[in-house]
């Protein structure tokens, strides 16, 4: 190995600074750069992470009022099976109610009119040559030929709820 003839070190000194100078400013700047890189790096991750988070925020909102109306679509359906089997329920009293007084005519004084009545009536229709007789639910029956009236109680009071069912209607709007 050879030694530097002497004096070289203060020869030398300002390479050396130089050198040391040159390696200070590339660390600086390499140093620099990393921290420019590590801030695009932060600031691009905090965009993303700010629109996931917005994101998120649309998708739940939307999510909650999906499930909002899903939920209020299902409380409606579960009203209205509610409301029509009330209402089923009041028409079935109503019907039946109105079955049980026309059997109770059979009992009224005014029956045997009722049927009188009830036989000119199957007469006028039918015609004069008609079978009438009296049908065991009360009221009559009537045929000529292949034709066939029925004018017993229950038919009788089929026909007047039937005729009146607007009116039934009308009171579930109100």
Known sequence: MSRLPSGSDTALEPVRYALRRGAETDARGTAEGARQQAEQILAAARDEAEQIRRTAEQQGREAARAEAAGRSARIRREGRRTVLAQQEALRT??????????????SDPRYPQMLRRLTDRADRILGPMASVTESYKGGITGTAGSRHLDLSLPALAEQALERHSGEVQRLWAQ
Do not use: I, S
């Not at 009293?93 to 007084?101: G, Y």
């Open 93 to 106: 009293e109503l019907n039946r109610q109105v079955l049980e007084q026309a059997r109770g005519l059979r």
